[in-house]
């Protein structure tokens, strides 16, 4: 079953893998960066070795990718690793 993305919130989706190295270095810094907007946006953790689907329906070619949505829109998308600080600019741009 595909991840529903809402149309009436907005949301950010961490697509992962638990054998990849990047994807372990990002977790921490995806969820500290989320941790202040947790009642505001919506965010989603995908294990990619158990919903393919999902990344194969959203274009996820590479793991770890950060997709941000709002109001059912993909607004951008962060493939490999990225800074606590760019992840936190993009949530407040879909909030």
Not at 35 to 45: A, L, V
Not at 55 to 81: C, D, M, W
């Amino acid at each position: 079953m595909v991840l529903e993305i809402p149309s009436d919130k907005s949301q950010v989706v961490l697509f992962k893998s638990p054998s990849c190295g990047n994807c372990e270095r990002l977790l921490p810094i995806f969820q500290e960066a989320i941790m202040p907007y947790q009642d505001k946006i919506k965010t989603k953790i995908v294990d990619i070795t158990q919903d393919m689907d999902s990344a194969v329906h959203y274009g996820v070619f590479s793991v770890p990718t950060v997709i941000f949505f709002k109001n059912g829109q993909e607004t951008a998308r962060l493939p490999g690793i990225a800074s606590r600080d760019k992840i936190t600019n993009l949530l407040q741009q879909i909030l």
